[in-house]
């Protein structure tokens, strides 16, 4: 091919988790590669239900253009139940509806990031969030993350010492990848720092409300009174992800610049899929839905945990203890690589993610990450013995 | 606001059709403002009925996630009605599910852009491509354009005098905002110029099924020998644009570009949208479909056409003569500009967009797009006379 590409292509690499889901989509892997909720939750026929509704009621303009910001009704109930759950003082107008988290993060790149600006993110990070900022030419500043999250010394000398940082990056709740939460007391030093620098927070929050142990704590943005946090939440984790309805919330002045690039990027989302979220909250209890995805997923990542302390040897492998969310971390001794696992676990048909793509800079490749919300139980215990017996052999 | 922002966001404003359609939501206003299709034709019960049994049959699978490059049905089916129409040969791993054409080309920009880069276009040329294109800080040459398309002429010198020149943007039936069409030979000629100058040339075609009368022409990638034209398409003008469903289709190896970019940019459309559309496709017949659209369009076209050549006096204003599509365009004396004859319009109620904003660079304010496939015809009449009534006290 003779055409010139942008420079920021030659940043860009294929998604390492979407390349693997695509040899794990034979029906004999069993995978803990995804981000998937599971699937027999979906709730089928009250979507179908409100679809014909909604088509019924509304008719042609389902079909039709809609505003860049999206439907009036949706960024109420947003704003209405973020101020009831996490502490925030949102209006309607202060959310701009996204297709998926994924494009609020990408909007944000174009909104925040000039060629060779920072962001500052959790050592690791979400890994779809590093693809998303690449293609703003921006270059990463990882910061040194324990059990309760961002160590805030760490931060703070990353933005004494840093010019040009321009996003703080964090998934406070349940983090993708490790699975591990933000104690309060960070969360509002985060909010401090970076009012005093000026930075803005994204706060990425898909997985705050499958919460199946402890207690909800408050938002980042609940401490923000330098208006620098923008929340980030999705319909993808607590309805279903096909719809691609998520949303941003923040300054009303800062959602103004999100709207007027959205609108050169899509126009909208889909019309229909937000007046069926819209006619589903009407007529069905979310809360009782999302009540049975927590037991669930709590069943699911109790008995993981189980499986690899029984399956992993105690000396070659540590993982964290979720709370909530769809995620276990494993971290390996220093010489074993996360990949040559892998490739012995496709063999045995199991797969998940080597660790290595989700840190930016550092690249520790004796991780990986194992998800647990998207396999029935008895695929659990079957593929941990599989990854037990793979581990052993190396 | 004490954040910094990109340097990008200095060059964005809102769009002014977005913003003048906001002016023009009230009933009471008849709009020839926006580049809606006509609602009354979308087929909503058989779009009720698609959704019904994809969700029937494909049950969770149609709310979970799916590829990035969309769903292969879909594929299939574009690329084989484009073959059949337009002389294209694509197989379906070419063509990449996008959410709407504006999609597409905000992709091309992140593909092909880097700061400085010069995107050359048709004068004037389709607003919401200047808007996406202008988020990669890229720099416009502007072509000459009469009314068989670009003057090739002042291409080929435009190529050769302007470096850095990554994309040519093309619309080349019934041209958003002229309704201009191409003539064969100015296609082929594009396709060579492309070719001996390596430009890609982003071959924009929603209104090309909406031909009312004169012969379909064979499209620019037919001509296309060095694989430098990429074809986008959309469901908006034939089924409705609500769904956010289009495409882009090229070389497969600049594809793989596209669904890299496209993967950290929103991962993927919404995998029931795609899925309600190979439903309707499989159980309708949409050439009847797109022929009771043209039939509807054609009249409100010719009625626009006789309107304004009853009302605008003929010394002040002169328009084109589309064949298909959904716009007029009307050219005013120089000293007239089509702002102030905006602000006379809507106080009698009747909207349509000035022209300025369609030119990256020279911006002529005399002239104006109409728009005549989203009004019946009672208003087509009334509308096109407070025009007049308006132009003449100018």
Same mark, same amino acid.
């Given at each position: 091919m003779a055409l010139t590409l942008a420079t920021r292509m030659s940043h860009l690499e294929a998604s390492e988790i979407r390349e693997i889901l695509k040899l794990t989509a034979r029906p004999e892997v069993i995978s803990f590669a995804g981000g998937l909720p599971a699937p027999e939750l979906f709730p089928i026929e009250e979507i179908k239900e409100a679809g014909r509704l909604v088509l019924e009621e509304a008719g042609a303009s389902a079909l039709q253009y809609t505003t860049t910001e999206g439907l009036a009704?949706?960024?109420? #109930?947003?704003?209405?139940?973020?101020?009831?759950?996490?502490?925030?003082?949102?209006?309607?107008?202060?959310?701009?509806?996204?297709?998926?988290?994924?494009?609020?993060?990408?909007?944000?790149?174009?909104?925040?990031?000039?060629?060779?600006?920072?962001?500052?993110?959790?050592?690791?990070?979400?890994?779809?969030?590093?693809?998303?900022?690449?293609?703003?030419?921006?270059?990463?500043?990882?910061?040194?993350?324990?059990?309760?999250?961002?160590?805030?010394?760490?931060?703070?000398?990353?933005?004494?010492?840093?010019?040009?940082?321009?996003?703080?990056?964090?998934?406070?709740?349940?983090?993708?990848?490790?699975?591990?939460? #933000?104690?309060?007391?960070?969360?509002?030093?985060?909010?401090?720092?970076?009012?005093?620098?000026?930075?803005?927070?994204?706060?990425?929050?898909?997985?705050?409300?499958?919460?199946?142990?402890?207690?909800?704590?408050?938002?980042?943005?609940?401490?923000?009174?330098?208006?620098?946090?923008?929340?980030?939440?999705?319909?993808?984790?607590?309805?279903?992800?096909?719809?691609?309805?998520? #949303?941003?919330?923040?300054?009303?002045?800062?959602?103004?610049?999100?709207?007027?690039?959205?609108?050169?990027?899509?126009?909208?989302?889909?019309?229909?899929?937000?007046?069926?979220?819209?006619?589903?909250?009407?007529?069905?209890?979310?809360?009782?839905?999302?009540?049975?995805?927590?037991?669930?997923?709590?069943?699911?990542?109790?008995?993981?945990?189980k499986c690899l302390g029984e399956e992993l040897p105690g000396n070659m492998a540590t993982f964290t203890r979720p709370q909530g969310g769809l995620f276990v971390w494993v971290e390996l001794p220093p010489d074993i690589n996360a990949r040559d696992l892998l490739l012995k676990c496709l063999e045995q048909n199991v797969a998940f993610v080597p660790g290595g793509a989700f840190f930016p800079n550092s690249r520790k490749e004796n991780t990986f990450r194992m998800n647990f919300s998207n396999m029935p139980e008895e695929r659990i215990i079957e593929g941990v013995r599989r990854l037990g017996v793979a581990l052993r052999t190396m």
């Amino acid at each position: 091919m003779a055409l010139t590409l942008a420079t920021r292509m030659s940043h860009l690499e294929a998604s390492e988790i979407r390349e693997i889901l695509k040899l794990t989509a034979r029906p004999e892997v069993i995978s803990f590669a995804g981000g998937l909720p599971a699937p027999e939750l979906f709730p089928i026929e009250e979507i179908k239900e409100a679809g014909r509704l909604v088509l019924e009621e509304a008719g042609a303009s389902a079909l039709q253009y809609t505003t860049t910001e999206g439907l009036a009704a949706l960024r109420a #109930w947003i704003s209405e139940r973020m101020n009831r759950r996490v502490g925030t003082h949102y209006t309607a107008d202060q959310v701009l509806i996204t297709s998926g988290s994924q494009q609020a993060i990408d909007l944000s790149g174009k909104v925040f990031l000039d060629e060779g600006d920072v962001v500052v993110c959790e050592s690791p990070t979400y890994l779809a969030a590093i693809s998303a900022f690449k293609a703003y030419a921006c270059a990463f500043a990882e910061v040194e993350t324990d059990d309760d999250g961002m160590v805030m010394e760490d931060l703070e000398r990353v933005l004494k010492t840093t010019k040009n940082c321009r996003i703080i990056y964090t998934v406070p709740n349940f983090q993708n990848p490790t699975g591990r939460t #933000w104690s309060t007391e960070r969360r509002k030093r985060l909010a401090e720092l970076a009012a005093e620098y000026q930075v803005a927070v994204l706060e990425d929050d898909p997985y705050g409300e499958l919460r199946f142990e402890g207690d909800f704590l408050p938002s980042v943005k609940s401490f923000d009174e330098a208006g620098v946090v923008l929340s980030l939440g999705t319909f993808s984790k607590i309805l279903c992800p096909g719809m691609r309805i998520a #949303w941003i919330a923040g300054d009303a002045e800062l959602i103004r610049q999100y709207v007027l690039v959205k609108q050169g990027t899509d126009l909208q989302c889909n019309t229909m899929a937000q007046m069926e979220i819209v006619k589903y909250l009407e007529r069905n209890d979310i809360e009782a839905h999302i009540a049975r995805i927590r037991e669930t997923y709590k069943r699911r990542c109790h008995l993981m945990l189980k499986c690899l302390g029984e399956e992993l040897p105690g000396n070659m492998a540590t993982f964290t203890r979720p709370q909530g969310g769809l995620f276990v971390w494993v971290e390996l001794p220093p010489d074993i690589n996360a990949r040559d696992l892998l490739l012995k676990c496709l063999e045995q048909n199991v797969a998940f993610v080597p660790g290595g793509a989700f840190f930016p800079n550092s690249r520790k490749e004796n991780t990986f990450r194992m998800n647990f919300s998207n396999m029935p139980e008895e695929r659990i215990i079957e593929g941990v013995r599989r990854l037990g017996v793979a581990l052993r052999t190396m």
